[in-house]
């Protein structure tokens, strides 16, 4: 049992170091970027527009991929907000002692820290749509990977936050595309 506290307290002191040395690089020009991408992704409304785009142009395949995608936004949010981050209980960063920059800052969410939602969200989609067009599948899974990103880079996830929240989207989404 010693031996797997102490791994878990590595991992801890690696996440926090990671978040510390992205907090403390500068990067001014990624960071009006990172805001903004960040801030576009809540409520899912990047995926929300790219499901618009493929239902509206990529024909009956784009239509299934949209409702494969938001179907599997719905299960992973719902996993996520309802059992996974009330059972994690893990504080947001605080900002200010790392000293992230102001320009990176989007409001901070009043939820638990573990899993990003965002990242979940981002990855069940591009999962989901994806695997009904599969042409679809490369350019969304780099979106949902920068979307996960930006949600260290603004601060408001440790980077094992974002992490778990991407492998957990991805294997919700592919949970839902097997039971629909």
Same mark, same amino acid.
């Given at each position: $049992?010693?031996?797997?506290?102490?791994?878990?307290?590595?991992?801890? @002191?690696? =996440?926090?170091?990671?978040?510390? &040395?992205?907090?403390?690089?500068?990067?001014?020009?990624? =960071?009006?970027? $990172?805001?903004?991408?960040?801030?576009?992704?809540?409520?899912?409304?990047?995926? !929300?527009?790219?499901?618009?785009?493929?239902?509206?142009?990529?024909?009956?395949?784009? @239509?299934?991929? &949209?409702?494969?995608?938001?179907?599997?936004?719905?299960?992973?949010?719902?996993?996520?907000?309802?059992?996974?981050?009330?059972?994690?209980?893990?504080?947001?960063?605080?900002?200010? &002692?790392?000293?992230?920059?102001? &320009?990176?800052?989007?409001?901070?969410?009043?939820? @638990?820290?573990?899993?990003?939602?965002?990242?979940?969200?981002?990855?069940?989609?591009?999962?989901?749509?994806? =695997?009904?067009?599969?042409?679809?599948?490369?350019?969304?899974?780099?979106?949902?990977?920068?979307?996960?990103?930006?949600?260290?880079?603004?601060?408001?996830?440790?980077? !094992? =936050?974002?992490?778990?929240?991407?492998?957990?989207?991805?294997?919700?989404?592919?949970?839902?595309? @097997?039971?629909?």
């Amino acid at each position: $049992m010693n031996g797997g506290r102490a791994w878990l307290e590595e991992v801890e @002191r690696l =996440d926090l170091a990671c978040y510390a &040395a992205i907090a403390s690089t500068p990067t001014p020009r990624l =960071d009006r970027a $990172m805001a903004r991408l960040s801030r576009a992704a809540d409520y899912s409304r990047l995926s !929300l527009t790219a499901a618009a785009g493929l239902a509206l142009f990529g024909g009956a395949s784009g @239509r299934r991929a &949209a409702v494969a995608g938001l179907t599997s936004i719905a299960v992973t949010a719902t996993v996520v907000n309802v059992a996974v981050k009330p059972l994690a209980r893990r504080r947001r960063p605080d900002r200010l &002692a790392h000293e992230v920059p102001i &320009a990176r800052h989007v409001p901070m969410p009043t939820s @638990r820290s573990f899993p990003s939602g965002h990242s979940a969200a981002a990855f069940a989609f591009a999962g989901g749509a994806g =695997d009904v067009v599969p042409a679809a599948s490369l350019p969304l899974h780099a979106l949902a990977g920068l979307v996960a990103y930006s949600r260290v880079h603004t601060g408001v996830h440790y980077p !094992l =936050d974002a992490i778990a929240g991407s492998v957990l989207g991805a294997a919700l989404s592919d949970v839902t595309r @097997r039971l629909t």
